[in-house]
């Protein structure tokens, strides 16, 4: 797979998840009990205690979430064994990794479980710190790192963010918010609702836990969401994750035809997909300006003189009669319908379908 992933410069990222084992812990393979010290130190001591408070830092870095066993990431010997397998990954080519419930391990300010005498975890797996005379094959820096922390009352997200990227799972929601009520002002955008910078945050539109667990981005068709990916691949920060959902999935069966391996539908592949990954590329390090019209339902991102993305993020078609732009005067053809927008006296004028977007370049 990685051999394939270098003839298309395709960069593989590894899903690592070293915070919990399965709920049938008794499953381990006896390599791991012996490489830790023995099956009671592979877990903290307040591991198999549900957690009751997640914004209560030990209960939430300490104890069991989902049924899932806390392993004690804490102890050298797991630590070892830990990244004893990520540079074998890195080995073979791997450009980065997402840390599953990263939030769920500790921070070195956070309370200690008694098993452990330092919550140095993010030290060792940035490559901060060696244990037991190994350290991260490569400069953490050269590697694309980021963990799920998802927000909430009580995350210590700028500690988070010394470590890795950040996924941004509050202006998610409030995107969202916005693609629901089809106006730009339901919801602020400009704000990217986290104290992190936006060039440290991974963005989304939904992710596997909104669609398919919680079911609270279910509601929205897939041409919402294609609206939604279209405007954070358009903006100059954040880097956009999409989530493909299940093929033949429905309101009644979330899951639709899912198996492990299979790829979900064929949204990814939209030409309105693939020209806003195509701009977002083109368009990498030149300042955007985000504006809307007063309805709130056509969303404009301007890249300074270089090109624009347009979307209409409701069920109407809306006509534009001299909105704001960056790009130079003339007359503008969309790179998927052909369609015609014309700029005068920088202000720009033209027609969008329901739930359509269109990407222009200044050629």
Not at 7 to 24: E, G, R, S
Not at 91 to 109: E, Q, W
Not at 322 to 327: D, N, P, R
Request: hydrophobic share 35%.
């Amino acid at each position: 797979m990685m051999d394939s992933a270098k003839k298309y410069n395709i960069k593989v990222i590894v899903d690592v998840l070293p915070n919990h084992t399965a709920v049938d812990h008794t499953a381990v393979l006896p390599d791991l009990d012996n490489a830790v010290g023995g099956h009671d130190k592979l877990f903290h001591a307040n591991g198999f205690n549900d957690i009751r408070d997640y914004n209560d830092r030990y209960e939430c870095t300490t104890g069991k979430m989902g049924g899932l066993p806390d392993v004690n990431t804490e102890n050298p010997d797991f630590q070892h064994y830990y990244l004893t397998y990520v540079n074998d990954l890195l080995s073979l080519g791997v450009k980065g990794f997402r840390y599953d419930t990263a939030k769920h391990i500790g921070l070195p300010s956070d309370p200690l479980d008694s098993l452990a005498s330092r919550n140095n975890f993010w030290d060792v797996a940035t490559g901060r710190e060696s244990v037991k005379g190994l350290k991260l094959a490569v400069p953490a820096d050269s590697l694309f790192i980021y963990g799920e922390v998802l927000q909430d009352k009580n995350v210590k997200e700028k500690e988070y963010a010394e470590y890795m990227n950040l996924t941004a799972s509050a202006y998610g929601h409030a995107l969202r918010t916005v693609l629901d009520k089809a106006d730009f002002a339901a919801d602020s955008l400009l704000s990217w609702h986290h104290p992190a910078e936006g060039k440290k945050l991974v963005t989304w539109v939904e992710s596997h836990d909104t669609y398919a667990n919680e079911h609270e981005s279910a509601g929205l068709t897939d041409q919402q969401i294609r609206m939604g990916w279209v405007f954070l691949a358009s903006r100059q920060n954040g880097t956009p994750l999409f989530f493909s959902r299940p093929a033949g999935s429905t309101r009644e069966n979330f899951w639709g035809n899912n198996r492990v391996g299979a790829r979900g539908n064929d949204e990814f592949k939209h030409p309105e997909v693939v020209a806003a990954n195509k701009f977002r590329k083109d368009m990498s390090g030149t300042p955007e300006k985000v504006i809307s019209t007063d309805n709130g339902a056509v969303i404009e991102v301007s890249r300074g003189s270089s090109g624009v993305a347009l979307i209409n993020i409701s069920g109407q078609e809306q006509n534009l009669n001299g909105l704001e732009t960056t790009v130079p005067d003339g007359e503008y053809h969309d790179r998927v319908y052909n369609s015609i927008f014309t700029v005068k006296s920088g202000k720009i004028s033209g027609t969008l379908s329901p739930y359509t977007s269109y990407i222009l370049y200044n050629n």
